[in-house]
Antibody
Framework: EVQLVESGGGLVQPGGSLRLSCAAS????????MSWVRQAPGKGLEWVAN????????YYADSVKGRFTISRDNAKNSLFLQMISLRVEDTSLYYC??????????????WGRGTLVTVSS | QTVVTQEPSFSVSPGGTVTLTCGLS?????????PSWYQQTPGQAPRRLIY???TRSSGVPDRFSGSIIGNKAALTITGAQADDECDYYC????????????FGGGTKLTVL
């Protein structure tokens, strides 16, 4: 069974840092693109970042570029999101999600339950 | 800045049919945007319903279908049920610069 379990969320002051982790199991982690998606309280979904299977290609949303770094450790089946210079508007539930490729298109087929990041003084 | 548009809310009667749409601020949506649709009930993670425009995910009832209608992606629910009442999001590949994927703002569907 595919499982994605996020951790590392918490309360942090504006300007602070936090590192999120996602533990993957039930599939060959190194064979998939992975992503972070966030959702502010009461708001919609926002794509944050993508990372290729071997980490050789990475993309970020403009809202986090230069402040967030996505990475992965395939030996440990883990995905990470290092967040610095956090802003109040970064307050969100952060989901780890797996990209599925059906031969012609990508979509997010499995999601974790999320970890909550609250940026507040 | 690329914006993906969805109806903020929609209402359908039990047993009725509803079509939710997903548009682009700057272009027509095509299969090349790889539209996918996600269902989210309160307090839960999103669940993929439709991918690659019109392919249903495993276990998704066939009352859910995806298509391109005019210049938008569409999610049609035929024979709406009470537990279809939740939020629906589309996701499009836009591929402009480094911002390559954009979610729509979501549609809150009410079944009454």
């Amino acid at each position: 069974e595919v499982q994605l379990v996020e951790s590392g969320g918490g309360l942090v002051q504006p300007g602070g840092s936090l590192r999120l982790s996602c533990a993957a199991s039930g599939f060959t982690f190194s064979g998939y693109w992975m992503s972070w998606v966030r959702q502010a309280p009461g708001k919609g979904l926002e794509w944050v970042a993508n990372i290729k299977q071997d980490g050789s290609a990475i993309y970020y949303a403009d809202s986090v570029k230069g402040r967030f770094t996505i990475s992965r450790d395939n030996a440990k089946n883990s995905l990470f999101l290092q967040m610095i210079s956090l802003r109040v508007e970064d307050t969100s539930l952060y989901y780890c999600a797996r990209w599925f490729y059906d031969g012609s298109a990508y979509s997010l087929d499995y999601w974790g339950r999320g970890t909550l990041v609250t940026v507040s003084s | 800045q690329t914006v993906v548009t969805q109806e903020p809310s929609f209402s359908v009667s039990p047993g009725g049919t509803v079509t939710l749409t997903c548009g682009l601020s700057s272009a027509s949506v095509s299969t090349g945007h790889f539209p996918s649709w996600y269902q989210q009930t309160p307090g839960q993670a999103p669940r993929r319903l439709i991918y690659n425009t019109n392919t249903r995910s495993s276990g998704v009832p066939d009352r859910f279908s995806g298509s391109i209608i005019g210049n938008k992606a569409a999610l049609t629910i035929t024979g709406a049920q009470a537990d279809d009442e939740c939020d629906y999001y589309c996701l499009l590949y836009v591929g402009t610069g480094s911002v390559i994927w954009v979610f729509g703002g979501g549609t809150k569907l009410t079944v009454l």
